[in-house]
């Protein structure tokens, strides 16, 4: 199982980890990790690295 952890991209801070899924809807994405938890977010997603399983955000 690959899991991600999302970075905010202006300061590098986690903003969630173990995360198993994400949907984009519009402006909102929607992460969800491998317990269930749910965090919706504003912003883009800046860039994805599959091999290191990260994931950067632009967000307010």
Do not use: H
């Not at 504003?42 to 307010?60: F, H, P, Q, T, Y």
Request: charged share 35%.
């Amino acid at each position: 199982m690959c899991l991600a952890t999302v970075y905010k991209e202006s300061d590098d801070s986690v903003i969630f980890r173990n995360v198993s899924r994400i949907d984009v809807d519009g402006d909102k994405i929607v992460l969800r990790d491998i317990m269930g938890d749910e965090r919706i977010i504003e912003g883009r997603i800046l860039m994805v690295d599959l091999a290191n399983s990260v994931v950067k955000l632009c967000c307010d």
